[in-house]
């Protein structure tokens, strides 16, 4: 939050030298200290966020890494003569506490060409998959390790 309050400052300033960053970060200090002093703000919650915040930039790149690669997936199948198509339909549970990590999973799921969740149910999914070979390992994804990354 300290460096939040820094950024702001200096936004506001409008120009940058040695006086106005050194003004600006004890100025940023003395409210940071204020607002973890009386206002009964804890700076492990700003820990937290960081944590997150590089968690879900993680997570980001690994959504395009895999959509990426299912595309390519995708595309074998539509333009080669020789493989069959052979849809599925699957249902497993993921060991997801926050219903938050279930809808990101199902989101997740559906953004992946070649895959597509159908219901989501108590924490039970049912997915679509174009091929066997997209419905394997599904239940034990990526996705679903980088979300109970973000629970605990």
């Known amino acids: 939050m300290f460096f939040l309050y820094l950024f702001i400052w200096l936004i506001f300033s409008m120009r940058l030298s040695v006086e106005i960053a050194v003004t600006g970060a004890i100025i940023s200090g003395a409210v940071y200290w204020f607002a973890c002093k009386h206002m009964l703000y804890d ?67 559906t953004l992946t060409p070649g895959t597509i969740t159908v219901a989501l149910n108590d924490g039970l999914f049912c997915v679509h998959c174009l091929s066997g070979k997209m419905a394997e390992g ?15």
């Open 43 to 109: 700076p492990a919650s700003d820990r937290k966020l960081l944590r997150n915040l590089l968690l879900g930039i993680w997570y980001a790149l690994t959504l395009v890494l895999e959509t990426g690669k299912a595309t390519g997936a995708v595309l074998r199948i539509v333009f080669s003569r020789t493989i069959e198509v052979e849809p599925r339909i699957i249902y497993f549970r993921a060991n997801l506490k926050t219903d938050f990590g279930r809808v990101a999973l199902a989101n997740s799921i």
């Open 138 to 152: 599904i239940e034990d994804s990526v996705f679903i390790r980088q979300l109970q990354k973000f629970e605990s």
